[in-house]
């Protein structure tokens, strides 16, 4: 597998989910995550999925995306990458970026010892800014719901979310918002300015058209959705499938 540009992505979400299922897996690795995302119209960081050995490619995308990266490990052996060593952060020049590559390859071996690293997704660090959560999440009873607040570090620490059933109009979406702390900070606090309501509006909308074109999604996080004066973009997305 060398690498792609996510902006060439051509599969559909169902041909992404089908492609999992096909390998007998209930769980996306993160870059099928995001290349699904942004086939429903969800913003994503551009990216790069790379063999893990392949170090030509390695150098050849990090040109292409431009420091400072992200690094992190794709398995299907680890959920929680941060907890395994998986993740590495400001990653400034190819040498830290070689050296971050070898780091990353024992903390996990250490962390998992069973885990098998099949990629390293190269992802292009975002500049600062709110974090959100925006969620979904399909129930035998209640059917497919979204999730919103704040996200990133704030979600165990202060629990900010919202939920409501699908499906909703854009004023009742408004209203669950509004319950939130997220939405204060959203909407300007203390000087600070307004952030760009319009566009994470349009994630929701995208996330819940998605829950309902594709049933075999049970679960999807997008955690954080970093939200500026103008544009979102979704740093994390996790999916999990029905079995």
Do not use: C
Request: glycine residues 6%; aromatic residues 4%.
């Amino acid at each position: 597998m060398t690498f792609v540009p996510h902006e060439n992505t051509m599969r559909t979400p169902a041909d992404i989910i089908r492609a999992a299922r096909k390998q007998g897996r209930t769980h996306l690795l993160e870059h099928e995550a995001k290349e699904l995302a942004l086939a429903a119209g969800i913003p994503v960081p551009d990216h790069a999925a790379l063999q893990p050995d392949d170090h030509d490619a390695m150098r050849s995308a990090a040109q292409r995306l431009g420091f400072p990266l992200a690094l992190k490990a794709l398995s299907r052996d680890i959920v929680h990458k941060t907890e395994a060593g998986a993740v590495l952060l400001d990653i400034i020049d190819e040498h830290s970026l070689a050296a971050a590559v070898e780091s990353m390859k024992h903390a996990v071996a250490r962390h998992r010892p069973a885990a098998r690293i099949e990629a390293f997704l190269l992802e292009k660090m975002m500049q600062p800014g709110l974090e959100l959560l925006v969620g979904g999440l399909r129930d035998e009873q209640f059917g497919p719901s979204i999730a919103f607040g704040l996200g990133g570090v704030w979600v165990e620490a202060l629990k900010d979310a919202a939920f409501g059933i699908l499906p909703m109009t854009r004023e009742e979406t408004l209203e669950m918002m509004q319950l939130t702390r997220a939405w204060t900070l959203l909407k300007g606090f203390r000087g600070s300015p307004p952030l760009d309501l319009e566009a994470v509006l349009t994630v929701m909308d995208a996330l819940t058209r998605l829950l309902d074109q594709a049933p075999e999604i049970r679960e999807i996080d997008l955690n954080p959705v970093r939200v500026y004066e103008k544009g979102v973009v979704a740093l994390d997305v996790r999916v999990v499938m029905g079995s």
